[in-house]
């Protein structure tokens, strides 16, 4: 993989780890999407639905198709926020708390299987570059805005 980019590496890796995913998700006939949502709910206080989407990194239209979905199956279920009430909480019920655990439990074993193969000083390293890469994009230090707003 050294003849690749950057980019390219980080790409196909998370198609894969979406791939892996999808197929222990497809086997409870849901999504990886819905396993993410699951895991990024507060399980005891609800979350409110406008802090789901920049949690997941997902954009307001997917993340509305998957909430839909998710209460159609009866995983959660949306209540009136009391501090703010123009504002929605999204519970988990029972159910989707069951499958919260599971999706929990498929996170933790792939980390486990990484880590039990890789060295953790190579793990360290990986997080650093990984934040260096963050730190990049987030502060515009890749690509000045001036150049793009002048194209």
Same mark, same amino acid.
Request: aromatic residues 8%.
């Given at each position: 993989?050294?003849d690749?980019?950057?980019?390219y590496?980080?790409?196909?890796?998370?198609?894969?780890?979406?791939?892996?995913? @999808?197929?222990?998700a497809?086997?409870?006939?849901?999504?990886?999407? +819905?396993? !993410?949502? %699951?895991?990024?709910? /507060?399980?005891?206080?609800?979350t409110?639905?406008?802090a789901?989407?920049?949690?997941?990194?997902?954009?307001?239209?997917?993340l509305?198709?998957?909430?839909?979905?998710m209460?159609?199956?009866?995983?959660?279920?949306?209540?009136? @926020?009391?501090?703010?009430?123009?504002?929605v909480l999204?519970h988990? +019920?029972? !159910?989707? %708390?069951?499958?919260? /655990?599971?999706?929990?439990?498929?996170?933790?074993?792939?980390?486990?299987?990484?880590?039990?193969?890789?060295?953790e000083?190579?793990i360290?390293?990986?997080?650093?570059?990984?934040?260096t890469?963050?730190?990049?994009?987030?502060?515009?230090?890749?690509?000045?805005?001036?150049?793009?707003?002048?194209?």
């Amino acid at each position: 993989m050294k003849d690749k980019t950057i980019d390219y590496c980080l790409r196909a890796t998370w198609q894969a780890v979406m791939k892996m995913y @999808n197929e222990q998700a497809a086997q409870f006939d849901t999504t990886m999407a +819905t396993g !993410f949502a %699951l895991l990024s709910i /507060d399980p005891e206080e609800g979350t409110p639905s406008t802090a789901l989407g920049p949690r997941m990194g997902m954009e307001a239209t997917s993340l509305s198709r998957t909430l839909k979905a998710m209460e159609e199956r009866g995983l959660i279920e949306r209540k009136p @926020n009391p501090s703010d009430g123009r504002g929605v909480l999204i519970h988990l +019920t029972e !159910f989707g %708390l069951e499958k919260r /655990d599971y999706s929990k439990d498929r996170v933790i074993r792939f980390n486990e299987a990484v880590r039990a193969d890789i060295s953790e000083e190579k793990i360290n390293h990986f997080y650093e570059v990984i934040e260096t890469i963050n730190d990049l994009i987030q502060n515009k230090k890749i690509y000045n805005p001036i150049e793009t707003t002048l194209k």
